[in-house]
T-cell receptor
Framework: GAVVSQHPSRVICKSGTSVKIECRSL??????MFWYRQFPKQSLMLMAT?????????EQGVEKDKFLINHASLTLSTLTVTSAHPEDSSFYIC???????????FGPGTRLTVT | AQTVTQSQPEMSVQEAETVTLSCTYD???????LFWYKQPPSRQMILVIR??????QNATENRFSVNFQKAAKSFSLKISDSQLGDAAMYFC????????????FGQGTILTVHP
């Protein structure tokens, strides 16, 4: 099956700093990637949809200036959490949409802790 | 807007027994896909099974099968011969023809398997 990687798997940063999370589709080209946020024992909440070469589409209530998404190539999307605060601590998951398919392949997630 | 509802926050089953997880959804679309995802403690999302709405036959994948009732908008997952490795959080998810690839997830069901 298609594989999606995320880096880093865990990151701890200080309040006020920025952190970048990378999402890569390793064996397929993902024209569309998705970023989710998940709190413990809760469902995945879609943050934004990222299309290669264009601006991301953010869900209602998600601050686009705080969560910067770049999809520069068909295999790489990045999420940058700017001026992170403790309330941004969460589990972030990306997924890539397989070509000509509605299936999404998920990365292993990144646990962000802001101190 | 489409909604997906999982009414069982937690379920448990004895090893080797059968368990059914419930899912209902609401949509006005005629063309859509339904999925069950498994999220084990590692938090990696794994696709368990998918069902195309236009197909009347219920999907099966080894020990996993679904009961798709289109008129009732119900999509339950049956796990037969449960194994310890089936313990995870299970999410029902929906993609409609006009959703532009956006997955709508249910709240999730935590499945515990007792030896």
């Amino acid at each position: 099956g298609a594989v999606v990687s995320q880096h880093p798997s865990r990151v701890i940063c200080k309040s006020g700093t920025s952190v970048k999370i990378e999402c890569r589709s390793l064996d397929f080209q993902a024209t569309t990637m998705f970023w989710y946020r998940q709190f413990p024992k809760q469902s995945l909440m879609l943050m934004a949809t990222s299309n290669e070469g264009s601006k991301a589409t953010y869900e209602q209530g998600v601050e686009k200036d705080k969560f910067l998404i770049n999809h520069a190539s068909l295999t790489l999307s990045t999420l940058t959490v700017t001026s992170a605060h403790p309330e941004d601590s969460s589990f972030y998951i990306c997924s890539g949409e397989a070509p000509s398919s509605y299936e999404q392949y998920f990365g292993p997630g990144t646990r962000l802790t802001v101190t | 807007a489409q909604t997906v509802t999982q009414s069982q926050p937690e379920m448990s089953v004895q090893e080797a027994e059968t368990v059914t997880l419930s899912c209902t959804y609401d949509t006005s679309e005629s063309d859509y896909y339904l999925f069950w995802y498994k999220q084990p403690p590692s938090r990696q999302m794994i696709l368990v099974i998918r069902q195309e709405a236009y197909k009347q036959q219920n999907a099966t994948e080894n020990r996993f099968s679904v009961n798709f009732q289109k008129a009732a908008k119900s999509f339950s997952l049956k796990i037969s011969d449960s194994q310890l490795g089936d313990a995870a959080m299970y999410f029902c998810a929906y993609i409609g023809g006009t959703s532009y690839g956006k997955l709508t997830f249910g709240q999730g069901t935590i499945l515990t398997v007792h030896p």
